[in-house]
């Protein structure tokens, strides 16, 4: 199985405080996990800073950027629950729950989230998954996914967002794409052979990181079955959810790429986007 380096903009790792990581210098990866992250972006490991858009965060910004993230992770948590209270039988929630676990979410707030999500406390909030696509500058392509509970609000503010590219309409870029699982995970021993924890786990590829760290990649339908048999085979899960990865990434560099990482950092920070996925090398 030969890694193919792919690029998914997404879920903060080796803890930088944006969600947009690239996984090495090599990768076309990004992640944007957002529960596995809070020091850089939840939801995938960091290998290397892009540049000066790394800065280093004072404690308020620090404080503010966990507030994101876990206004991201309560959204999911309620979302994963409508299926089911019980993590064991709800694969999605297990996941999340596991992500705010690592983001150091406090307990009553995560139980909180599951009640609601689940419709055990009064006062729920239905939120509803919207998917964006469009092009960064550069024709960058880009898709946003959204949990809201005013769609009329999220499109508004999209539009307002997508100004310096282009916002498209559905499967004006979603072709590029292809809808995967995705688990970051770490070797329990340096000698894990991630190529055979990949084979034997039922991952359809890999990404081996610097630090050694692995992004398997999966079967959307296989994303649950490949994280729980990862720990046989010597790897621990970070995280593990449903992305996108680019099929013909976008390769730029000084200005244009700094220009595309701010258009991609203003999305990711608006309260109603979830996840971004950019079909960008680094």
């Not at 803890?15 to 995938?44: A, D, G, R, T």
């Not at 220009?259 to 920070?269: G, K, R």
């Amino acid at each position: 199985m030969k890694p193919k380096a792919p690029f998914l903009a997404q879920p903060m790792t080796k803890k930088v405080v944006q969600n947009l990581i690239p996984i090495n210098p090599k990768s076309p990866i990004y992640s944007k996990l957002h529960p596995l992250n809070i020091q850089l972006n939840p939801v995938f490991k960091a290998g290397i800073s892009m540049g000066a858009q790394w800065k280093t965060k004072g404690k308020a910004e620090v404080a503010a950027a966990k507030g994101k993230i876990f206004t991201k992770l309560v959204r999911e948590i309620m979302v994963a629950a409508r299926a089911g209270a019980d993590p064991e039988m709800n694969s999605r929630l297990r996941h999340a729950i596991e992500a705010a676990k690592k983001a150091s979410m406090p307990r009553d707030t995560l139980d909180r989230a599951i009640k609601k999500g689940a419709g055990l406390l009064d006062g729920t909030i239905n939120y509803e998954l919207v998917t964006y696509e469009g092009f960064a500058p550069h024709q960058v392509p880009v898709i946003v996914e959204c949990l809201t509970d005013n769609k009329n609000r999220t499109i508004s503010s999209i539009r307002s967002l997508f100004r310096k590219g282009q916002l498209g309409s559905s499967g004006s870029v979603s072709w590029d794409f292809t809808h995967a699982g995705m688990i970051e995970a770490e070797p329990e021993k340096a000698d894990a052979d991630v190529e055979l924890a990949a084979i034997e786990a039922g991952a359809q590829d890999f990404e081996k990181n610097e630090d050694g760290s692995a992004l398997f990649i999966t079967e959307t339908t296989d994303l649950d079955a490949v994280a729980k048999a990862l720990p046989d085979f010597g790897f621990t899960v970070s995280s593990a959810k449903l992305g996108y990865i680019p099929k013909n990434p976008v390769t730029l560099e000084g200005e244009a790429l700094q220009e595309v990482v701010a258009f991609l950092e203003a999305i990711d920070e608006d309260d109603d986007v979830q996840n971004v996925y950019a079909g960008l090398n680094s």
